[in-house]
């Protein structure tokens, strides 16, 4: 991730995330992530070195007493390629 998005990844100045984690930690589960896809948004916007990209998974939560849930969770987001030629995840896109 670049730096700014880092920044505003952490949860810390988010009470409503704070609050999730807490109540997480709290009940003991535990969370995997799987399934993983990346698909690039054909319809945004993009450059040789930028791409809005859409990322789904399945998060598979695991509670104190081993019962498990899953949630789908996605996020769209911009990549940013660096100088050395990787990408890197940056803020969240938004439509317009």
Partial sequence: MTAEAWSLFDPAGDDRAARSWEQATAA?????????V????????RTSERVVVRVTSHRVVTTAAG?????SVSST??????GDGTWRVDLAAVGG
């Fill in 38 to 45: 990346a698909q690039i948004v054909p319809s945004a916007p």
């Fill in 67 to 71: 019962t498990r849930y899953v949630e």
């Fill in 28 to 36: 003991r589960e535990s969370g995997n992530c799987s399934a993983p």
């Fill in 77 to 82: 987001r911009v990549m940013l390629r660096q």
